[in-house]
């Protein structure tokens, strides 16, 4: 049994653990996909965002478009 640093809280973690027992992080079985970072997906948005305002800034209707998109997926979770 060796002991890695959980990604979360830097506590220290069995390798047989399903997750930690500090933060409760879930821990990907060996063999499954491991699941992206915070950051690494804070950093596609904000890539994803750069495209969308590119191509916005480049077809100016396409910016409506966006707008209405985004108000309406807003106003649906803020609905629920």
Not at 1 to 6: D, K, P, S, V, Y
Not at 24 to 32: A, L, Q
């Amino acid at each position: 049994m060796a002991l890695i640093e959980c990604p979360d809280c830097t506590h220290q973690v069995s390798t047989l653990a399903v997750a930690c027992p500090n933060c409760g992080r879930p821990f990907s079985p060996p063999g499954e996909p491991v699941e992206f970072s915070r950051t690494a997906t804070a950093i596609g948005q904000a890539v994803s965002g750069l495209i969308v305002l590119a191509l916005c800034l480049a077809f100016p209707p396409l910016f409506f478009v966006v707008v209405i998109v985004v108000v309406g997926s807003l106003a649906l979770r803020l609905s629920r």
